[in-house]
C-alpha cells in the first residue's frame, strides 16, 4: 500500500500501481459493510438467544450435549477443514492454504447459536473474523488484487471490528496478530477503511457497542505502581493460563476420546453440572454478566473469573464453537475487580485493565489491547492501559489462543 | 525479554534468564537516570542559547560560517566516524557496527550549541538520540546483556524521552525506527522503564515539557472527513519532501564541493543571508517559535512552513549538527496552521496534526507520531493522529531522514 515514489519511474506503471490501490481501498469499504451487516445480523440475534437462555436456564443447559452432537454433525457432514476454524483463518493468512470454503460462515454462525442457546461458555469474535476471513479472502481469488496475507488481514479487521466496534483496536488486531512483532504496514489504509465501515455499518444495524464511563483516577505513589505491576503480572499470567490451558486440556481430550461425538457428550454433561451447580448459569454464555457486574459495582465473587476460566476451556476443548476474546474480557474484568478491592485500588479501574490486558495476553498481542481499552474505556486511559497491557504481554510469554500465530525473531 | 515457559524446563536456567531480565530492567533504569541528567543539561543550555540568539540575531548569524569551521574542524581532529552521527547508531542498532565513540557525546552537543547559537537552522533530537544510544551502547559491551540492537533502542528511548518528555512516543519512537513494519518487543518493558525515567529525571532538572491544550472538536462530516484527508496527504508529501530533498542537497553539495571547509563556508554564507532576509531570523534555530506562534493564534505565513523547510535542509546538508525532529515539529505545524484556515478548520487542531504527521512521515515512522500528538495534545484526539499519520504515512512513500532504516517486507 505504501508508495514508493523511488521505485516507481515508469508512469504507466504507477498509474496501474495507484489504480490498484484506490479499488483495494473501494473494496476494503465494501467488505467493511458487508461484515458489518452479517456481524450485526449474527450478533443481535446472539444477543437475543442470550436474554433467551438466561430465562430459561434450567430447562436449557440440560441439552448441552444435544447441541454438541448437532454441533459435530454439522462440521462432520457439511465441511470437516471449517472446524479448525481460526487455524484455517491463520493458515491462509501465512499462505499455507489457499481458501476458506464459504459454508464456514453458515456452520460457525449456527453452530455458536446452539453453543450459547444451551449455555455453553464461550465468545463470540471467532465467529465475526472468520466471516470477515471468509469474505476477504474470496475478494482476493476473485481479484488477486492484493496478497492472501494482506486480504486475510482486511477481513479479519472487518469482523473484530464489527462486532465490537472498536475499529482502531480492531485494525491492529489484525495487523499485528498473525505474526507477532510485525505490523502488516502495506494494507493499514484499507484496513482502517475496512475497520471503521465495518464499525459504522453494525452501529446502524443497532448492534449496540460496550461503553464505560470510567471516573477513577490514579495518584502515582511508588505504593500504587507497585500495586499496578503486581496486576499486570497476575493478568498475563492468567492470560497465559488460558491459552496454555485450552491448548493442553484440547490436546488431552482429543487424545484420550478420540470419537469427537462421544468427547463432546461427555464433556457436555460436565459443563451442565458446573454451569447449575455453580450459580445456575453464572458462568453460561459469553461473560457479558460478569462485565456487566464488574463496572456497576454488583457482587463479583473472588473465584468469579477461576471458574469462568475453567468452563471457558472445557466448553472450547469438547469442540464447541464461538471464540475466546468475550470470555477473556469477563474473566480479567472480574479478576481486576477483586484485585482492586483487595489492593485498595477502583476496582473498576483496575477491572477494566484487566479487561484489556487479560485478553492481550491470551492472544499474544499488544496494541490491540491498549486500544481496546481506550476505545471501550475513553482514551485519556491510555497510558494506563500501556503500562499495565506491557508488564502483562510480557509475563504472558509466548503463549496464544492462536495455534498458528508466528513470532518475528 | 518476553518469558517463554514452554522453552526454560531447567530451573537453574530459568533463574538465570529472569536475573538477566531484572538486571537489565534496572540498568535500563540508570540509563534512564543519566541520559535524561544529560538531556536536561544540554536541552536548558540550548535553550539559553536560543533566547540569546535571538535577542542577538544580527550580532550572530554573520559568524556562522566560522560556526561552521570550528564544527568541522572539531568532528576532523577528534572523530571523523562520529561526523555519520545518526547513521552510526543505526549501523550498531543493525550489527553493522560495533561500538559508537564516548567522545561523540562532547563533540555533537557542542557543535549542536554551536549551530543554534550561530543561527541554524537545526533540531536538537540527534543529540539526546544518540547521547542515549552511546551511553547504552558502552552499557552493552561492558554487561553484555542484551544485544547491540537491543542496547540501542534502550538508548534511544532514553535520549528522545528525556529531551521531548514524551515517554509513550519515545518508547515506540525506539522500538520502531531501526526496521519500519517491526516492533522490538524484546524490550519492551526495559524500553518503557528507560522512558519513563529519563523523562522524569530531565522534568526534575527543570526542562520544560511542551503541551498544548487543545479546545476544538470537528464534526464528523464527509465534507471534514475529506478535508482531513487532503491534509494527511499533504503532510505525508510535505514529510517526504523534507527526507528526498535532504538526502538530493546532502549528495549534492558533497559531491559537488568536495572539501567539507569550503563546503559549511559557502553553505553557511547562503544560509546567514536566507536567514537575515526572510523574517530577520524567524527561520534560524529549532523553530519553537513557529510551533508557539501557531498555538497562540500568532501570524503564521503561508510561507513559512517551506521556507523553514529549505534552510533546515541547507543548514543540515552544510555539516551542521542537531537533528532534524523539532523543525519537523514547526514545519508541520505552521503547515497545518495554514491548512485550517484555508479549509475553515480549526486551524490549531490541523496544525497540531500537521506537528506530528509530518514528523512521522519524515522519519518513516507511524506509531511515535500518533503518541507524540497524543503526549503533547492530550489523548483524547488519539484517533484524529490515527487517521491523520496513517493517510500521511502511505503517503510519504518509503523516504526517510534516516538513510540506514530498514524496511520489514
Known sequence: MKINYLVLHNKKERILIIKRKIVLCLLAGLI?????LLDAFFGRILLGITVFRDAHVLWLIPFLAVGGFITIFLYQKFGAECMQGMGLVFSVGHHEKEKIPFRLIPLVVLSTWITHLLGGSAGREGVAVQIGATISSAVERKTKIASRREMIVIGMAAGFSGLFQTPAAAAFFALEVLTIGKLEYSVLIPVMITSYTASYTAHLCGLEKFTVVLQDTLNFTPNVLIKLIVCGILFGLVGATFAQGLKYTKSFFSEKIKNPYIKIATLSCIISIYIVLFGIGRYAGLGTNLIGASFTGQTIY???WALKLVITILT?????????????FSIGASLGCVLGSIMGLPSMMIAALGYAAVFGSATNTFLAPVLIGAEVFGFSYLPYFLGVCAIAHVFSGNASIYGKQKTLE
Open 316 to 328: 472450547l476443548a469438547a469442540g464447541f464453537q464461538g471464540g475466546e476474546v468475550t470470555p477473556l
Open 32 to 36: 467493511g459493510i458487508s461484515v458489518g
Open 302 to 304: 473472588g473465584w468469579d
